[in-house]
């Protein structure tokens, strides 16, 4: 199939959009062009035609029987053209990218950042999704995944370091204010999560110190125990990245500090170069440099290796 003997579109344009209107002036206001530009898109086009189209009289165009009869076609085929292009765009937007992230990081660093995201790629569409551990891809069609390095990856999924877990104990400011030593962990409630029933330990052993008897209380759930601890009913250990927002506010206060627990957060995907995703790959890392940043204010340890290593 050639087409050796189509005019350029730019003449059939300006051609179809004169006759509608009536005039050339009305015609180049409508394509934002100048009268000359349109006149001689006209001309182009008689001479690839080898025909005249307007009969010229005192600056008045007239179109000829024959004129009219091709401006009612081209006018068809730029419909089909224009449908067929707004088809096409359409089905070269993305479908809703769907992004499984642990729910206690989804609920407290991830959607308290999703306007950014809005604001940075308004084309990008996100489908949340809270679940933790392996990542079922196929079975429930993820494209994405935020996870901490705590089980095997499997075989084809990339790993994309986002930012180290550094953790430590959070209460009120007024009771952190009560607090200057281990050994003041004695009076508050401690809280536990069943998520992480080892949180606790992990942080007394690497910071090489013994945790006095306290009384105990146990949450299903991490995000849970936070909660409690900001409502003043105890203090739990906090990830960083859980707790950075309401340390800036105040709601929470550190009296540690931070401290490496040996794991990290990594962006789980099996296409990392995939249209779209990489949109995404380029402002979560953003958003955790800012992290990064922020713990290396709250801790002077050195980030671990940056390659997914089971813990």
Known sequence: ????????????????????????????????????????????????????????????????????????????????????????????????????????????????????????????????????????????GIDLAIRRNDFELPPGVHA??????????????????????????????????????SAWADWASGRSTALPPAPEQTFEHFYLSLQAAAAGLGIAIGSHALVCDDLSTGRLAAPFGFQPDGSAYFLLTRTPDAPWIATLLAWLRDQARELHQRQNGASTTTARSRTWSHT
């Open 1 to 140: 199939m050639t087409w050796t003997d189509l005019p350029p579109l730019g003449t059939l344009v300006a051609f179809e959009a004169t006759v509608r209107h009536g005039g050339v002036s009305k015609a180049a206001a409508e394509l934002h062009l100048t009268h000359g530009a349109v006149s001689r898109q006209i001309q182009q086009l008689e001479r690839a035609l080898g025909t005249v189209l307007f009969e010229r009289r005192h600056r008045a165009m007239t179109p000829t029987p024959s004129a009219t009869a091709f401006a009612a076609a081209v006018a068809d085929a730029l419909t089909l053209l224009s449908s067929a292009a707004r088809r096409a765009g359409q089905a070269a937007r993305p479908v809703p990218l769907v992004l499984s992230c642990e729910p206690t990081l989804l609920m407290r660093w991830l959607i308290p950042r999703m306007p950014a995201l809005a604001q940075t790629a308004p084309e990008l569409k996100l489908h949340l999704s809270a679940a933790g551990g392996p990542v079922p891809f196929d079975r429930e």
């Open 160 to 197: 994309l370091w986002l930012f180290d877990e550094l953790t430590g104990p959070v209460c009120t400011p007024e009771l952190a204010r009560t607090i200057g030593e281990p050994a003041d962990l004695a009076e508050p409630p401690r809280l536990h999560t069943r998520t992480r029933p």
